[in-house]
């Protein structure tokens, strides 16, 4: 058997293009209402008169602007990953539970199963939010790249070593091919050809950002159609990088 690739990656800097992406995409967000709202009022007001291809053509502008809106709503979570920490103490498995609370519709959705082992008393100095944005980004890859064979499985690990709170989030999903394991953390990289899995390719890049923020480090390990595996470290008490 072939060993499984295994990338990590530490404390990269990054220029810094905060303020930039995060205007431009708020700046962005009035035109694509604008186009999405006229083209809702033609569909609604003269959807009867159109052929088959015309109305192909408004689905097409409509599918087209949600997709914009959604990477708009990613290039935010990326730029805000660039933001100032705001360090605060609070427990991991509150955080964790909240997380597959507010994804619970999705995850019956889906028939997932969300296991989640982590110590209830375990306390973390770290910048919540931005550990929030993270999580949330791997369990929404977890949930989205789904095999068809089998249920969704995610499990969540956290452990505490003497200065480190260690994560692990695996799946039973797709996979990613070994040689494009290389290019996962990078911004607008695709590591799914497929077009039946559509998305943003930036949630990746934004959990990179938010784990080096932070003096930790990040790596993947996946096997094509069987699992991927993300690990990520970070220092129980974050200080500011």
């Known amino acids: 058997m072939k060993k499984t690739e295994l990338v990590e990656y530490t404390n990269i800097d990054q220029p810094e293009t905060v303020d930039i992406v ?59 990953a660039g933001l100032p920490l705001n360090i605060s103490e609070f427990k991991i498995d509150n955080l964790l539970q909240l997380l597959v609370l507010k994804n619970a519709k999705l ?39 789904v095999s068809k064979s089998n249920p969704p499985e995610i499990k969540i690990k956290v452990a505490e070593d003497e ?32 077009t039946d899995y559509k998305g943003t390719r930036t949630s990746l890049a934004t959990c990179k950002r938010i784990v080096e923020m932070q003096g930790g480090s990040i790596r993947i390990q996946s096997k094509l159609g069987k699992y991927t595996e993300v690990n990520f470290t970070i220092p129980k008490r974050t200080e500011l990088y």
């Open 163 to 194: 200065n480190n709170v260690n994560f692990s989030v695996l799946d039973n999903g797709i996979g990613i091919d070994e040689h494009k394991l290389t290019i996962a953390f990078e911004l607008f990289e695709r590591v799914h050809t497929t």
């Open 107 to 145: 995850i019956e959705e889906k028939n997932a199963t969300v296991v989640i082992l982590c110590d209830e008393t375990l306390m973390m100095h770290a910048d919540k939010n931005k550990l929030n944005i993270l999580l949330e980004n791997l369990i929404s890859n977890s949930l989205k790249f």
């Open 22 to 80: 995060y205007k431009a995409a708020h700046d962005l967000k009035g035109p694509l209402r604008t186009i999405k709202s006229f083209t809702q009022l033609l569909d609604n007001s003269m959807s009867d008169r159109f052929t088959k291809d015309e109305k192909g053509l408004v689905g097409f502008i409509m599918e087209a602007t949600e997709n914009l809106e959604n990477l708009i709503v990613k290039m935010i979570d990326f730029s805000k």
